[in-house]
């Protein structure tokens, strides 16, 4: 692919100035590889831990190691991990469904979760489907603050309200990643402040993180800051590209057990679930996940610095740290909003030769446009982008396998939205 001359200039200022951030990426990248190098020797990884098994999967030695390497690299009791979670809706559902109880109460204390969740929760569609509403769950939210921090005020009243009724909050709900929402993403770090206080004056209280898109952006996760259980997605950073499918769950021992009798049923627990050859992609997209996630915070302080110099609102900006790999463009018109798609989907290692159009999506009230080239159907550490088509067009992307495939689908987007006028 050739670029102009203009596209050129803008990455080579680029990659002046982001020198130091990708310098401090990658020892972020560097001390996350380590603690799973040390992790895989400590559990004296062999290659018949890639033994695949069928049937019940009894004593599948392979996946029960691999489960305590994943307690180990994200600071927690007890984890685990497995293909055959669907995505990270289902891995969300495993563990909410896990801990609470019929008149138990969740609040989320970050706002609206994420969208797939709202069935789950009952919040959205129909009564009667079985969501956790249909199960006499109760569920609150409490937005998070102007500047985008916990409302510890309001947070506290309901612990204590609970508290003083006899019922402690069950689960304090928190989604990490901005996700699909125009908000400031959470740091572990105030994940780690918000654990203190709820445990504070809620001892018993579960905090669950959505952990999808932060994985190993930090050096540490929320489970290490106190965090009763994190979920995530292996099509995204945890996967390192590699896992062709799955989700995890990983926390204090009592929680993960809770979930692990809702991933398989009360008594079985973590005993059974053949690993079908799906194993060495799950240990190797580990040994990748601090790798490739880097890369894609590389793509995307790229592209915030490049849109940002074309005059286009990014959010973050190119010289802010992160704690998710999403980042997004305000395009402000919809010929643009497609015009980056169609950079994005052309400079794609897979289905390059496609053009993107924006379709009206089950579920979304505007149509949507999405670009994705991938070697994983749907998967989001590959380098993908898409929006809703609505003012003021803005598209969110993540994504990366490799810094140089994430320039080169950078480079595409900006040279397609030259065209028109910017
Ligand atoms: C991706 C994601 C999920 C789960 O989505 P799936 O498409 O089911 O994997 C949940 N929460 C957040 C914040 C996400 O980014």
């Given at each position: 692919?050739?670029?102009?001359?203009?596209?050129?200039?803008?990455?080579?200022?680029?990659e002046?100035?982001?020198?130091?951030?990708?310098?401090?990426?990658?020892?972020?990248?560097?001390?996350?590889?380590?603690?799973?190098?040390?992790?895989?020797?400590?559990?004296?990884?062999a290659?018949?831990?890639?033994?695949?098994?069928?049937?019940?999967?009894?004593?599948?030695?392979?996946?029960?190691?691999?489960?305590?390497?994943?307690?180990?690299?994200?600071?927690a009791?007890?984890?685990?991990?497995?293909?055959?979670?669907?995505?990270?809706?289902?891995?969300?559902?495993?563990?909410?469904?896990?801990?609470?109880?019929?008149?138990?109460l969740?609040?989320?204390?970050?706002?609206?979760?994420?969208?797939?969740?709202?069935?789950?929760?009952?919040?959205?569609?129909?009564?009667?489907?079985?969501?956790?509403?249909?199960?006499?769950?109760?569920?609150?939210?409490?937005?998070?603050?102007?500047?985008?921090?916990?409302?510890?005020?309001?947070?506290?009243?309901?612990?204590?309200?609970?508290?003083?009724?006899?019922?402690?909050?069950?689960?304090?709900?928190?989604q990490?990643?901005?996700?699909?929402?125009?908000?400031?993403?959470l740091?572990?770090?105030?994940?780690?402040?918000?654990?203190?206080?709820?445990?504070?004056?809620?001892?018993?209280?579960?905090?669950?993180?959505?952990?999808?898109?932060?994985?190993?952006?930090?050096?540490?996760?929320?489970?290490?800051?106190g965090?009763?259980?994190?979920?995530?997605?292996?099509?995204?950073?945890?996967?390192?590209?590699?896992?062709?499918?799955?989700?995890?769950?990983?926390?204090?021992?009592?929680?993960?057990?809770?979930?692990?009798?809702?991933?398989?049923?009360?008594?079985?627990?973590?005993?059974?679930?053949?690993?079908?050859g799906?194993?060495?992609?799950?240990?190797?997209g580990?040994?990748?996940?601090?790798?490739?996630?880097?890369?894609?915070?590389?793509?995307?302080?790229?592209?915030?610095?490049?849109?940002?110099?074309?005059?286009?609102?990014?959010?973050?900006?190119?010289?802010?740290?992160?704690?998710?790999?999403?980042?997004?463009?305000?395009?402000?018109?919809?010929?643009?909003?497609?015009?980056?798609?169609?950079?994005?989907?052309?400079?794609?290692?897979?289905?390059?030769?496609?053009?993107?159009?924006?379709?009206?999506?089950?579920?979304?009230?505007?149509?949507?446009?999405?670009a994705?080239?991938?070697?994983?159907?749907?998967?989001?550490?590959?380098?993908?982008?898409d929006?809703?088509?609505?003012?003021?067009?803005?598209?969110f992307?993540?994504?990366?396998?490799?810094?140089?495939?994430?320039?080169?689908g950078?480079?595409?987007?900006?040279?397609?939205?030259?065209?028109?006028?910017?």
């Amino acid at each position: 692919m050739q670029f102009s001359q203009r596209i050129n200039e803008l990455a080579a200022a680029a990659e002046r100035d982001l020198a130091p951030i990708f310098a401090k990426i990658d020892e972020i990248s560097f001390e996350n590889t380590n603690k799973v190098m040390d992790a895989f020797r400590e559990h004296r990884v062999a290659a018949t831990n890639f033994d695949t098994t069928s049937g019940y999967g009894y004593d599948d030695r392979g996946r029960d190691v691999l489960d305590r390497i994943w307690a180990d690299v994200f600071g927690a009791e007890a984890a685990f991990v497995r293909h055959n979670i669907v995505n990270g809706t289902q891995a969300l559902t495993i563990g909410l469904f896990g801990l609470l109880r019929p008149g138990d109460l969740m609040c989320s204390v970050a706002g609206k979760p994420y969208d797939t969740l709202e069935e789950v929760i009952g919040i959205q569609g129909e009564a009667g489907n079985g969501s956790l509403a249909d199960f006499g769950v109760r569920y609150k939210q409490i937005e998070l603050t102007e500047d985008g921090g916990f409302d510890f005020a309001a947070i506290g009243e309901v612990l204590k309200t609970e508290l003083a009724a006899g019922k402690p909050v069950k689960v304090i709900f928190v989604q990490r990643s901005k996700g699909y929402l125009n908000r400031k993403t959470l740091t572990v770090g105030e994940i780690g402040e918000l654990v203190s206080y709820v445990k504070g004056i809620s001892p018993e209280t579960y905090v669950v993180v959505d952990n999808c898109y932060g994985e190993f952006t930090e050096t540490v996760e929320p489970t290490a800051v106190g965090a009763d259980m994190i979920i995530g997605s292996l099509i995204k950073n945890p996967g390192g590209g590699m896992a062709e499918t799955g989700g995890y769950i990983a926390g204090s021992a009592r929680a993960v057990e809770l979930a692990s009798y809702r991933l398989t049923s009360v008594g079985c627990g973590l005993e059974v679930g053949a690993t079908v050859g799906q194993t060495k992609n799950m240990y190797k997209g580990l040994f990748y996940a601090p790798h490739t996630t880097a890369q894609a915070l590389k793509t995307a302080h790229l592209a915030a610095y490049i849109f940002g110099e074309m005059g286009y609102n990014v959010s973050p900006k190119w010289n802010e740290t992160r704690s998710d790999i999403i980042q997004t463009v305000i395009t402000g018109a919809p010929e643009l909003l497609c015009a980056f798609c169609r950079g994005i989907q052309k400079g794609s290692p897979v289905d390059s030769f496609v053009t993107p159009e924006p379709w009206a999506m089950p579920g979304y009230t505007d149509e949507v446009i999405m670009a994705a080239g991938a070697f994983v159907q749907g998967a989001s550490i590959e380098l993908s982008a898409d929006g809703p088509m609505r003012p003021p067009y803005t598209v969110f992307f993540q994504g990366g396998l490799t810094y140089e495939s994430g320039k080169i689908g950078i480079l595409s987007a900006a040279e397609e939205m030259l065209g028109f006028g910017k």
